[in-house]
């Protein structure tokens, strides 16, 4: 587990303290796929799902901050902005980390093809023209 709820994280805003739970819950979800042996679109989804609700929970912090009149409305709101350029930055390098994959998999598949069209061909036709003796 990557992060446990506990009473350091309590607003003591019931609809804030379940949707910051259900946030710190899908983050030890994805925590827990990382390193498995999971497609990186999966992967992909479920951060572009979380982020998604993420972006819905600031929205609804920064209404209430808005009706609240809260005076630290722009910091908090500046936070949340660098959260959403942390998940920005993390499926930009998910996209890097899955173009490298693709073009090392299409050299990997090159080479492959090229041993069985041309070494495996060459043994293949030399054994047929000298069988082995045993
Ligand atoms: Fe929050
Ligand atoms: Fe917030």
Same mark, same amino acid.
């Given at each position: 587990m990557l992060i446990e709820w506990d009473a350091s994280f309590e607003t003591g805003d019931q609809k804030n303290d379940d949707e910051h739970k259900y946030i710190i819950c899908r983050?030890?979800?994805?925590?827990?796929?990382?390193?498995h042996d999971n497609d990186h679109d999966d992967m992909e989804k479920w951060i572009l799902e979380y982020c998604n609700y993420?972006?819905?929970?600031?929205?609804s912090e920064?209404?209430?901050? !808005? +009706?609240?009149?809260?005076?630290?409305?722009q910091v908090h709101k500046l936070r949340h902005l660098a959260i959403i350029e942390c998940f920005d930055s993390i499926l930009i390098r998910l996209d890097v980390v899955k173009s490298i994959l693709r073009?090392?998999?299409?050299?990997l598949v090159l080479t492959?093809?090229?041993?069985m069209?041309?070494?495996d061909r060459?043994?293949?036709?030399? !054994? +047929?023209e000298h069988p082995p003796t045993r």
């Open positions: 983050l030890n979800e994805i925590w827990a796929q990382i390193g993420y972006i819905r929970h600031f929205h920064e209404d209430l901050m !808005v +009706r609240a009149k809260y005076p630290d409305y073009d090392e998999v299409r050299g492959i093809s090229d041993h069209k041309n070494e060459r043994l293949a036709r030399f !054994v +047929r």
